[in-house]
């Protein structure tokens, strides 16, 4: 979700020309950045061992269950900025979450009138 914040106020709002995965990366960054010092800062107890810097090498060294979730979310993460690079894509993605016929003649014909 930061991602497509970045990458809409980066386009639309600064008009910036950067690409998506520029954006993801960005992204993915502060998330690991914000994340790591809110282990660090943390003072309720927990499993993990140490305190700090060392309770943030224990937790890495013994996550290795997380794994597979974080490949299946970088998966998705890579899939969503491969969506949004094709407008003809969104344009289906919008297509397919329209529920009424008029909806789905407006998306598929724009707004011209005859």
């Known amino acids: 979700m930061l991602?497509?914040?970045l990458r809409r106020y980066t386009q639309g709002v600064?008009?910036?020309h950067v690409?998506?995965?520029e954006v993801l990366l960005a992204s993915e960054v502060m998330k690991l950045a914000f994340s790591g010092y809110m282990t660090m800062?943390?003072?309720?107890p927990s499993d993990a061992q140490g305190r700090g810097a060392a309770k943030l090498v224990w937790l890495t060294l013994n996550s290795a269950k997380m794994l597979v979730l974080a490949?299946?979310?970088?998966?998705?993460n890579v899939l969503s900025v491969i969506i949004s690079a094709h407008s003809a894509l969104?344009?289906?993605s919008s297509l397919s979450n329209s529920r009424h016929p008029s909806q789905c003649y407006l998306l598929l014909n724009g707004s011209r009138s005859y």
């Open 71 to 76: 490949l299946i979310y970088a998966a998705m």
């Open 14 to 16: 600064l008009k910036e």
């Open 3 to 5: 991602d497509t914040l």
């Open 19 to 21: 690409s998506p995965a």
């Open 90 to 92: 969104n344009n289906l």
């Open 41 to 44: 800062n943390d003072k309720d």
